[in-house]
């Protein structure tokens, strides 16, 4: 097994390289850049999903971690430099490092982000790293409990369903889960809104953040109660989809396992159903369940909160990348994609470890 996870780790570098050659491609043909959006600054015109860069904040760009994103292309850029400074123009192409070709660019990137050095935002005046350490927390809160909820509701019912397959129960249950998951968690979550969170009805759940504004002054049972009210909206919409897939492969793996002759035999042998259910059956069909929580967790924790962060506000992972995109703040766009698909990497070696460590018989290593 640690010739296997050696393997696996090398293979992280190849991958990880070529995820960012190919976003950092891609960005080169997107319009618009730092230096257009600061451009447009100066003329007036700017459009941004947050507060702007001041003076002040301009002074304290680290060039050097920050010298990725895309020219904007030459004649997009002489149109925002029209009526401007040309030293002006060209001391704001330097400072965000555009003065250099793109393969240059990138391979200082490149050079940074192997020390995790990933620069600092060009927006906010602050270090990449202190940005997703302090909005960490949210994405991790949802992504958490939401992960959480999902196994703890869907494993027992996928045992259930499974065997009671073919009744009532199954059909009406398998209707719920599938009408759930056809519903989009954003579309939801508006409707959760409009009907609970003052939108046109009811003014039960706040709608915006994990905690109140008094937050500080509450006892810990406040704090526990407040932190549970702000959760239940974000929470439901971002459930209302996620218990389909893990219930049907829970029941799909029971019901394969239940078929198999290990259990007809421990049937005849007198066995009570409970323990040959449990005592024998669910350690085998949990296999491919228990170990793909890792690979689960990472899923719901960077891509299922992008749109429910947003629409309640909530000062997470997911908002800071889309309003590092909306403002082309390529050091966050950058830097977490990095960090994003490094975590992603690690998570599924860790996934493979534990189909290992949960059944014995499974060898990777034996694999060509």
Not at 190 to 201: R, T
Not at 255 to 281: F, M, P, W
Not at 288 to 310: C, K, R, Y
């Amino acid at each position: 097994m640690f010739a296997y996870i050696i393997r696996r780790l090398l293979l992280v570098i190849p991958t990880l390289f070529g995820i960012m050659v190919l976003n950092f491609a891609i960005v080169q043909a997107a319009p618009g850049g730092p230096v257009e959006q600061m451009l447009a600054e100066f003329r007036g015109n700017a459009v941004s999903a947050t507060a702007r860069i001041t003076g002040d904040s301009a002074d304290n760009v680290n060039v050097a971690g920050s010298s990725t994103g895309a020219d904007g292309g030459s004649e997009r850029q002489s149109r925002a430099t029209r009526g401007l400074d040309p030293e002006l123009v060209q001391d704001i192409t330097k400072l965000y490092g555009f003065d250099k070709p793109p393969f240059e660019r990138f391979i200082l990137m490149m050079k940074s982000y192997i020390t995790f050095d990933f620069g600092d935002s060009f927006f906010r005046d602050a270090r990449v790293v202190d940005l997703v350490v302090e909005k960490m927390p949210v994405s991790i809160s949802l992504g958490l409990w939401t992960t959480l909820i999902v196994y703890l509701v869907s494993i027992p019912l996928g045992i259930k369903k499974a065997v009671r397959d073919g009744t009532s129960f199954d059909v009406w249950t398998s209707g719920l889960i599938i009408v759930g998951y056809a519903i989009p968690g954003f579309l939801f979550a508006i409707l959760l809104v409009v009907i609970f969170a003052g939108g046109s009805y009811f003014d039960w759940f706040p709608l915006r953040g994990l905690v109140s504004d008094n937050f500080s002054s509450m006892n810990p049972l406040e704090k526990v109660i407040d932190y549970a009210w702000h959760l239940v909206l974000p929470l439901t919409a971002m459930l209302v989809g996620g218990f389909a897939t893990l219930t049907m492969l829970t029941k799909n793996s029971f019901l394969d396992e239940i078929n198999k002759q290990y259990v007809l035999t421990a049937r005849a042998k007198g066995l009570s159903e409970n323990r040959v259910l449990y005592g024998h059956v669910f350690r085998n069909a949990m296999l491919i369940i228990v170990a793909g929580f890792p690979s689960a967790f990472v899923g719901i924790l960077f891509t299922g909160a992008l749109l429910i962060e947003i629409i309640f506000s909530l000062d997470g992972l997911g908002l800071l990348g889309f309003e590092a995109v909306i403002n082309r703040d390529y050091p966050i766009i950058f830097g977490t994609l990095f960090v994003f698909t490094f975590l992603g990497l690690i998570l599924n070696i860790i996934g493979d470890v534990m189909y290992m460590i949960i059944d014995p018989r499974i060898d990777f290593e034996s694999r060509d």
